[in-house]
């Protein structure tokens, strides 16, 4: 199995294919594994996509339901996401809903 070495033999470095740069200081939601969502500003990250969070807002599920998220939230303040449980990452204010393209519409 080939390795990713350079000219010199050096073990090349690896790079993330998410640029978060651009969304520091800035509003973002987040999904976990298991369903949990938390939004706040986005104070920093590494390549594995640990995530360091300010005024976060926790959204908290319907406990008859956990897949439906409630109108209660819950203040954590400054966080920090382990990268490997990091599902979605989304800015706060350019989320919108958009019809399914591969739904096959039905002409009625």
């Known amino acids: 199995m080939a390795q990713d070495r350079n000219k010199d033999g050096e073990k090349k470095k690896k790079e993330s294919i998410f640029d978060l740069s651009k969304y520091i200081d ?3 939601r987040v999904k ?3 369903g949990r969502e938390a ?3 986005l104070k920093g990250f590494d390549p594995l996509l ?9 959204y908290l599920r319907d406990p008859d339901d956990q897949f439906k998220l ?3 939230t819950r ?18 204010d350019g ?6 393209p591969f739904i096959q519409q039905q002409d009625g």
């Open 39 to 41: 939004s706040g500003v």
């Open 32 to 34: 976990f594994q298991g």
């Open 70 to 72: 409630t109108e209660d």
């Open 95 to 100: 989320m919108e809903a958009i019809p399914n």
């Open 50 to 58: 640990n995530l360091v969070l300010d005024s976060t807002i926790e």
């Open 75 to 92: 203040q954590l303040g400054l966080v920090v996401c382990r990268g490997t449980s990091v599902v979605l990452i989304c800015p706060q």
């Open 26 to 28: 800035k509003q973002i």
